[in-house]
């Protein structure tokens, strides 16, 4: 069966990090989009407040490496979350398995 995707219409939204101005073309909404810009924004407004230049290039730098940082422990921490929850499926299904092998059919 074949999966159809309706186009979404994109929306052009202007934002500011760190002061400087952004224009951004996206089919996101609204809400989605002031979430990202204030999560970025927050991390180059620690970053430039951290580097000893407060250049902004360094700063957001420094916000990208944290953001990724964040990102890979995430998914590194989702990973093995899945591992276990895959290994207790498996058990369960074996133990599933060997009940129905060892119940006595009467009829």
């Known amino acids: 069966m074949a999966e159809t995707h309706k186009a979404q219409k994109k929306q052009t939204f202007d ?3 760190a002061g400087v101005s952004y224009k951004i ?3 996101h ?3 989605t989009v002031n979430e990202l810009v204030e999560f970025v924004n927050k991390k180059v407004t620690e970053a430039m407040s951290a580097t000893k230049n407060s250049s ?8 990208a490496l944290n953001i990724a940082e964040e990102m890979i422990l995430l998914k590194k921490r989702a990973g093995a979350e899945l591992d276990k929850l895959e290994a ?3 058990k369960m299904a074996h133990e599933l398995e060997n009940s129905k092998a060892s119940k ?4």
Request: avoid cysteine; hydrophobic fraction near 50%.
């Open 88 to 90: 207790k499926a498996l």
């Open 15 to 17: 934002f500011k990090i």
């Open 29 to 31: 909404d609204e809400n």
């Open 56 to 63: 902004f290039q360094n700063a957001a730098v420094l916000a």
């Open 104 to 107: 006595v059919n009467w009829n």
């Open 25 to 27: 073309k996206t089919s």
